[in-house]
């Protein structure tokens, strides 16, 4: 597995973190349960509010436990810096509005999450701001021809929930950047133990903390992670981090923090402005799925892949949509970006389309009906009938999730049993 930064391997980092305790000090990353911090001067209080010295001035704006799991997210991306938020939504909402502003648009994938589609199309609208949604069978020719001067950045999923495409980041990072823009990429499913899309030339990093990271369903959380990589000074085209800001003493977030400019302005102005803040506790909890993160994506990734071979193999079963199957028209790319495994995700069709599909995950006893992914514990949706309901087949048909869609994570119980499950459940179709 590759290396950090720091020279130790990911897996190391997974567990160890940044946190270097002092002498007798706690081993475990304290939570600092509270919103105050107290000073020996107001000298320093002023300086910390001119963010002339490091130190925390109220919880809205940081807090040591929240920066602590900030500071490990950052290594295993191997970023500069990251900012936990309240939720993913949160997360790729302030990733995109850090650097638009009403009149000016941005590009984006259509293979992304559902919620993030509704907010850039519908919500974000609403702001003034536009998205231009591309398809990534589009020729560069005609994703270069919906730039202007006003479009700010480029938008993808490394591993796109639910339709599992693989983003091409190198392709999608060298479009963004002969554009003179940053590639800002989702990279929840794959986690950093999957996919670390710094590598491969994005700039700016997001996840909802509540898939994998947390990995056990218990806190809904986001996070954003600077690369520090994209000179936000080129061409004047970024003035909201290269000129002074008004709202903040007028600070010059690219002279004053250098490669950290992106990550310090989303925390000093948008941190501050909305408070869509992630609790200690919150991040507490999400380190310690971090610890395990890297074991845990490895056997989801062995039990997705097994269970995908399974599937391809049965009567009942139309067809199988899994990255790492060779038969997957993603295999090529997911060689490339996803050599390690392809996380738990599948999506596979049962013969006999909605009422099959229903009565297979009716007769699940393992995998759960739940309107979640992305956890220890296997589970099942059917679209169709629930996330997607309101459509018809044919409307179904046209988003590419067919009425027979099954949508399985694959948790890390042991594979016989998953396996035993799934065969008994299509058994009584
Ligand atoms: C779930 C999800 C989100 C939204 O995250 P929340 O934590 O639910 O707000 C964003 N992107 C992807 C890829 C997701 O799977």
Redesign the pocket.
């Given at each position: 597995m590759s290396k950090t930064e720091s020279g130790k391997k990911l897996e190391t980092v997974c567990v160890q973190g940044t946190y270097e305790p002092k002498n007798s000090e706690p081993r475990v990353i304290p939570i600092y349960q509270s919103t105050t911090y107290k000073y020996d001067s107001s000298e320093h209080l002023g300086d910390l509010f001119d963010l002339k010295a490091p130190g925390h001035m109220y919880t809205r704006i940081s807090n040591p436990t929240v920066e602590y799991v900030e500071n490990h997210i950052a290594a295993l991306e191997g970023g500069v810096g990251a900012m936990l938020v309240s939720?993913?939504?949160?997360?790729?909402f302030l990733s995109v509005f850090n650097i638009t502003a009403a009149g000016q648009n941005f590009i984006s994938l259509t293979s992304?999450?559902g919620?993030?589609v509704n907010l850039f199309s519908v919500t974000m609208k609403r702001m003034g701001i536009e998205c231009r949604f591309v398809l990534s069978g589009m020729t560069d020719e005609e994703i270069d021809a919906l730039f202007d001067e006003n479009t700010r950045l480029v938008f993808g999923?490394t591993l796109?929930?639910p339709g599992l495409a693989v983003l091409d980041i190198e392709r999608f990072a060298a479009i963004a950047h002969r554009h003179g823009v940053p590639l800002i990429v989702?990279n929840?499913?794959p986690t950093p133990v999957l996919c670390r899309p710094f590598e491969f030339g994005a700039d700016i990093v997001?996840h909802?903390?509540?898939?994998y990271m947390d990995g056990h369903a218990s806190v809904?959380?986001?996070v954003i992670v600077d690369s520090g990589n994209f000179d936000w000074t080129r061409g004047g085209k970024y003035p909201e981090l290269s000129t002074p800001d008004e709202s903040y003493h007028g600070v010059v977030y690219t002279e004053s923090f250098g490669k950290s400019a992106y990550i310090t302005k989303a925390r000093t102005q948008l941190l501050r402005d909305f408070g869509c803040i992630q609790q200690p506790i919150t991040a507490f909890m999400l380190n310690e799925g971090l610890e395990s993160l890297a074991l845990r994506m490895e056997r989801h990734s062995e039990n997705a892949l097994k269970l995908a071979e399974f599937l391809e193999k049965q009567e009942k079963v139309g067809w199988v949509n899994y990255p790492g199957l060779p038969s997957s028209d993603q295999y090529t790319l997911a060689q490339k970006y996803l050599p390690r495994g392809c996380s738990g995700v599948i999506a596979f069709g049962v013969k006999g389309g909605r009422k099959a599909a229903m009565k297979f995950m009716d007769a699940c006893r393992l995998a759960a009906i739940v309107v979640h992914?992305?956890d220890a514990r296997t589970c099942v949706l059917h679209p169709a009938s629930t996330t997607h309901r309101q459509l018809t087949d044919k409307q179904l048909e046209e988003s590419g999730i067919g009425a027979d869609l099954v949508r399985m994570s694959v948790g890390i119980e042991h594979i016989d049993d998953i396996i035993a499950d799934v065969e008994q459940a299509l058994s009584k179709i």
């Open positions: 939720s993913g939504q949160a997360a790729s992304i999450y919620g993030t999923e796109s929930n989702d929840t499913f997001t909802s903390t509540t898939k809904v959380g986001g992914v992305a």
